[in-house]
Nanobody, 123 residues
Framework: QVQLVESGGGLVQAGGSLRLSCAAS????????MGWFRQAPGKEREFVAA????????YYADFVKGRFTISRDNAKNTVYLQMNSLKPEDTAVYYC????????????????WGQGTQVTVSS
């Protein structure tokens, strides 16, 4: 079992930046591929970014390419999502997720989820 705790969300103006963190505990973090997903009110949860256990492979949703960067520090058991040039449509609850397999864009492949952190972008 692995426990995930997100932090770093908040209120920011359009064009601003936030860095989300997801701290993991319970099992060897470096064995897990990690993903970030988000869910806006009234919408389904959607993929944002994913990173392999080593950090060598990363995937991004088209709508965040060039704006968001996923990274991880296995020594700190933490995965990050740097979000730049934020837009009002990025407003959502952001979740991190973990799975003991290759990085994936599919939410159903992830076994462990955090509680989420709210990101609100004002226009």
């Amino acid at each position: 079992q692995v426990q995930l705790v997100e932090s770093g969300g908040g209120l920011v103006q359009a064009g601003g930046s936030l860095r989300l963190s997801c701290a993991a505990s319970g099992r060897t973090f470096s064995h897990f591929a990690m993903g970030w997903f988000r869910q806006a009110p009234g919408k389904e949860r959607e993929f944002v970014a994913a990173i392999s256990w080593s950090g060598g492979v990363a995937y991004y949703a088209d709508f965040v390419k060039g704006r968001f960067t996923i990274s991880r520090d296995n020594a700190k058991n933490t995965v990050y999502l740097q979000m730049n040039s934020l837009k009002p449509e990025d407003t959502a609850v952001y979740y991190c997720a973990a799975q003991m397999a290759i990085a994936s864009i599919n939410a159903y492949e992830y076994d462990h989820w955090g509680q989420g952190t709210q990101v609100t972008v004002s226009s």
